[in-house]
């Protein structure tokens, strides 16, 4: 079996980038699945054009490309990719992996935008363009803030957590922005392309599954886990909602900074 489940997270057309869900090892035997998707009922609103001559390395890189920011991506039947799902509640503890949740900076972007992993284990970042990144996490629970000025430079940060969800922007490049689900347990995913997850391993019971998105906030609803069994579960998202304020700070976006998108900050306590 392999030591991840793994969720194949296609941005546009043909290419699938990797992104990271829960430890299948450490998850407890004997558990039940619970799978489903996460769907947006309207159409998906315009994502802005990223706007990159306020580097012209940036715009180098993506010579030839029109890069968005990927606020919300909704596949044609709609699926709702980067929406992290997880468990609320305790359960036995489960040993956290010995390799690191990964991050990358590739083009100016941040790959993948949203990730899961566990408190204590490690989120590795690596730099992969020939250009200065700055890597902030907006986080009071694992607070970092650090330069990668060459490519290739990797820093190993270790994950306090729980955490759910941390922000990561760059200093440098207002438009680059990655979220991490930092969780106690294995129970988490991250919706693929077609808005499809599963978590696997899980304690059999009755169980609250919530998910949550960047731009539509959280919804929750409540399954019974046998084992050995798959419940499903739907979640659907009218595209009237707003960012949660239960789980992360707000978010207003204004599109008229030359630089890309102006990310403003309005405490949700």
């Not at 731009?215 to 009218?238: H, I, W």
């Not at 707000?250 to 403003?264: A, K, M, Q, Y």
């Amino acid at each position: 079996m392999n030591r991840y489940i793994i969720l194949l997270l296609m941005c546009c057309s043909g290419g699938w980038t990797l992104t990271r869900s829960a430890s299948v090892e450490a998850q407890t035997q004997g558990g039940g699945t619970i799978s489903g998707h996460v769907r947006l009922a309207a159409p998906a609103p315009a994502n802005p054009i990223i706007r990159l001559r306020v580097d012209p390395m940036c715009g180098k890189l993506n010579e030839g490309k029109r890069p968005v920011h990927e606020f919300v991506l909704r596949s044609a039947d709609g699926g709702l990719a980067n929406a992290f799902v997880d468990l609320e509640g305790t359960f036995p503890k489960a040993p956290v992996s010995n390799k690191p949740a990964t991050l990358d900076q590739r083009n100016c972007i941040y790959t993948p935008r949203v990730l899961g992993a566990r408190a204590g284990e490690v989120l590795k970042v690596t730099n992969n363009d020939p250009l200065l990144h700055n890597v902030h996490s907006q986080s009071t629970q694992n607070p970092f803030n650090f330069s990668q000025p060459q490519t290739g430079m990797t820093r190993d940060v270790q994950l306090k957590g729980p955490d759910v969800m941390m922000r990561i922007t760059c200093d440098v490049h207002s438009w680059m922005v990655a979220y991490v689900g930092v969780e106690t347990h294995p129970y988490f995913a991250v919706s693929g392309a077609d808005g499809s997850f599963q978590i696997a391993g899980v304690t059999p019971g009755p169980r609250t599954v919530r998910v949550w998105h960047e731009r539509y906030g959280q919804l929750t609803q409540k399954v019974t886990v046998a084992a050995g069994k798959t419940v499903n579960v739907d979640f659907s998202y009218t595209g009237n909602e707003k960012p949660s304020k239960t789980r992360l700070q707000e978010l207003t976006l204004p599109l008229d900074d030359p630089s890309g998108v102006e990310i403003r900050l309005v405490s949700a306590k």
